[in-house]
């Protein structure tokens, strides 16, 4: 290998590892799962927040405020999404210096809306977010199952985005790539990521034509791109322009946060058939 070669193939990967380590970022802080995160100044203290929008149907969920005022004071108003439930409203309780809002445990893929106000001395009232925060409950998934599924996941866009820089430069291992990159994805997506929508959610596919959940949604139709490039692509020379469509399909659909429109548990339903 020439040194302009392997110095190409330097910047190939760099690019490789910084594209794929945004898109994975980006969904990360995108998606419905991730804590909302905030400050209110009350008095002379900045009181910071981070409310909580999933946890295991194993446990409560708990959200712990520092508020070093002990006469500061606040409320949790809450019910369950999807049900015929009236609001509730519960009195913040106090634990040294912080305040504790106890939302209860749910079956996995209940969800609860709630919203936290916190009361001066005064009785002024200073709600943490102007709509109702959704917190979903899910299943624990075993390490073994969870683990290959996330490394899967993550080293199949790698090499997704690999693909494509390879194929945009013209190289000679693009379909290379491109089997490995729909190996990992089948393995990940297709294989374990059911298995571990099951064990969290209760369902092995919640997508079309059961629902509507993007992530089952999209990660068949990167899958369906990945098998077309790969039937395309068998000669390179007149094929390259699939695997870079397949690479760039699946980054942009998994632009997409994770979870959305995923499982959600209808009360109504649940609460008729008792």
């Given at each position: 290998m020439?040194?302009?070669?392997?110095?190409q193939?330097?910047?190939?990967?760099?690019?490789?590892?910084?594209?794929?380590?945004?898109?994975?970022?980006?969904?990360?802080?995108?998606g419905?799962?991730?804590?909302?995160r905030?400050?209110?100044?009350?008095?002379?203290?900045?009181?910071?927040?981070?409310?909580?929008?999933?946890?295991?149907?194993?446990?409560?969920?708990?959200?712990?405020?520092?508020?070093?005022?002990?006469?500061?004071?606040?409320?949790?108003?809450?019910?369950?999404?999807k049900?015929?439930?009236?609001?509730?409203?519960?009195?913040?309780?106090?634990?040294?210096?912080?305040?504790?809002?106890?939302?209860?445990?749910?079956?996995?893929?209940?969800?609860?809306?709630?919203?936290?106000t916190?009361?001066?001395?005064?009785?002024?009232?200073?709600?943490?977010?102007?709509?109702?925060?959704?917190?979903?409950?899910?299943?624990?998934?075993?390490?073994?199952?969870?683990?290959?599924?996330?490394?899967?996941?993550f080293?199949s866009?790698?090499?997704?985005?690999?693909?494509?820089?390879?194929?945009?430069?013209?190289?000679?291992?693009?379909?290379?790539?491109?089997l490995?990159?729909?190996a990992?994805?089948?393995?990940?997506?297709?294989?374990?990521?059911?298995?571990?929508?099951?064990?969290?959610?209760?369902?092995?596919?919640?997508?079309?034509?059961?629902?509507?959940?993007?992530?089952?949604?999209?990660?068949?139709?990167?899958?369906?791109?990945?098998?077309?490039?790969?039937?395309?692509?068998?000669?390179?020379?007149?094929?390259?322009?699939?695997?870079?469509?397949?690479?760039?399909?699946?980054?942009?659909?998994?632009?997409?946060?994770?979870?959305?429109?995923?499982?959600?548990?209808?009360?109504?339903?649940?609460?008729?058939?008792?």
């Amino acid at each position: 290998m020439t040194a302009t070669r392997k110095r190409q193939t330097a910047m190939i990967w760099f690019l490789t590892v910084v594209i794929t380590v945004s898109s994975a970022l980006y969904q990360r802080l995108t998606g419905p799962t991730y804590p909302v995160r905030g400050s209110t100044t009350i008095g002379d203290e900045t009181i910071k927040y981070k409310l909580l929008r999933t946890n295991y149907s194993s446990s409560d969920a708990a959200i712990k405020i520092l508020a070093e005022n002990d006469r500061l004071t606040g409320e949790l108003r809450w019910r369950r999404l999807k049900s015929y439930d009236d609001w509730q409203v519960d009195s913040l309780k106090r634990e040294g210096n912080n305040l504790l809002a106890v939302i209860p445990k749910q079956p996995p893929a209940g969800k609860i809306a709630y919203q936290i106000t916190l009361i001066d001395d005064k009785g002024i009232k200073y709600q943490l977010s102007e709509e109702p925060v959704v917190i979903r409950f899910k299943g624990d998934v075993p390490i073994f199952i969870l683990i290959p599924h996330v490394l899967a996941m993550f080293i199949s866009m790698l090499l997704c985005t690999r693909t494509g820089l390879e194929a945009i430069y013209k190289r000679e291992k693009s379909y290379r790539f491109a089997l490995w990159t729909a190996a990992l994805f089948f393995l990940g997506g297709i294989i374990l990521g059911p298995i571990v929508q099951k064990f969290a959610f209760g369902a092995f596919w919640t997508g079309w034509p059961l629902g509507s959940d993007l992530t089952d949604n999209k990660t068949a139709v990167a899958m369906l791109g990945w098998l077309l490039a790969l039937w395309r692509g068998r000669d390179l020379k007149k094929g390259r322009k699939w695997f870079i469509i397949a690479a760039a399909l699946q980054l942009l659909i998994f632009l997409i946060p994770h979870s959305m429109f995923g499982s959600e548990l209808d009360y109504t339903q649940i609460d008729q058939q008792y």
